[in-house]
């Protein structure tokens, strides 16, 4: 069966180049991918954006598209809480799922104080694991989606770089992922491209062949360059065997 291999809008993120977001989707659409992961980081930037038309046939013409949550605003992290500033995102990501034929809606768990703002009748989300440093064990995540019934989890495999995590995650997960957001790590630098890496540094990847969940690309590329994606994509599609 061909696993679906999508992209985060993170795989052109470049902080030297500002590029316009319906441009990135034009320079998507020449893309091998299955689907795609809209992403805009600043909820400031999220709620003046607005997509075109033509972006919009573009993304609906794939298979399996999610929504990333904004995880900054203004500078400070963006928390999901019971107020008017969270209902306006909300409002604003939902409006976006719904235009782009969404299946899930992602947020980091540390930025959720209130899990009771989301439309979990409507709309369907999911947390990620975060970094060691935030301090989420297995049994925090558990707990989470005991908790949130209707939530899924999005393996992120740079987050989990450290030994025996990713393992560790998909034996206990492997009901709850909905994808996974795949991406290289190499000792302290996380998100890198797979085709950028010998082969021994993706080792501990393997296990993740083992799912049938859709893939998300989430390597921070930020190239000019169309040909940098196509080989990462390519890549991937060999590792996988899809």
């Given at each position: 069966m061909r696993r679906k291999v999508c992209m985060s809008k993170g795989l052109l993120y470049n902080p030297?180049?500002?590029?316009?977001f319906n441009k990135s989707i034009k320079?998507?659409?020449?893309?091998?991918?299955?689907g795609f992961e809209f992403?805009?980081?600043d909820a400031r930037d999220l709620l003046k954006f607005k997509i075109k038309k033509s972006s919009i046939k573009i993304l609906k013409d794939l298979d399996f598209n999610t929504v990333h949550a904004p995880f900054d605003l203004g500078g400070k992290e963006m928390l999901f809480s019971k107020n008017n500033a969270t209902k306006k995102i909300?409002?604003?990501l939902y409006h976006i799922y719904d235009k782009i034929d969404a299946v899930n809606l992602n947020?980091?768990?540390q930025q959720i104080t209130n899990f009771k703002v989301f439309n979990i009748k409507d709309y369907q989300h999911s947390i990620e694991n975060m970094e060691k440093y935030h301090g989420?064990?297995?049994?925090?995540?558990?707990k989470i989606l005991k908790d949130n019934e209707s939530f899924k989890l999005v393996l992120d495999t740079?987050?989990?770089?450290?030994e025996g995590t990713i393992n560790n995650l998909f034996k206990r997960f492997r009901k709850d992922i909905i994808y996974s957001h795949l991406s290289a790590s190499y000792f302290n630098h996380l998100h890198l491209p797979l085709h950028s890496l010998r082969l021994e540094y993706i080792k501990g990847l393997e296990i993740i062949k083992k799912g049938k969940f859709p893939i998300v690309l989430e390597s921070q590329i930020g190239a000019k360059?169309?040909?940098?994606y196509e080989k990462e994509i390519s890549f991937v599609r060999k590792w996988l065997n899809s």
């Open positions: 030297y180049l500002k590029e316009d320079r998507v659409s020449k893309l091998d991918i299955d992403l805009v980081g909300l409002d604003k947020i980091h768990p989420f064990k297995i049994k925090d995540y558990a740079s987050h989990s770089s450290e360059d169309i040909d940098e």
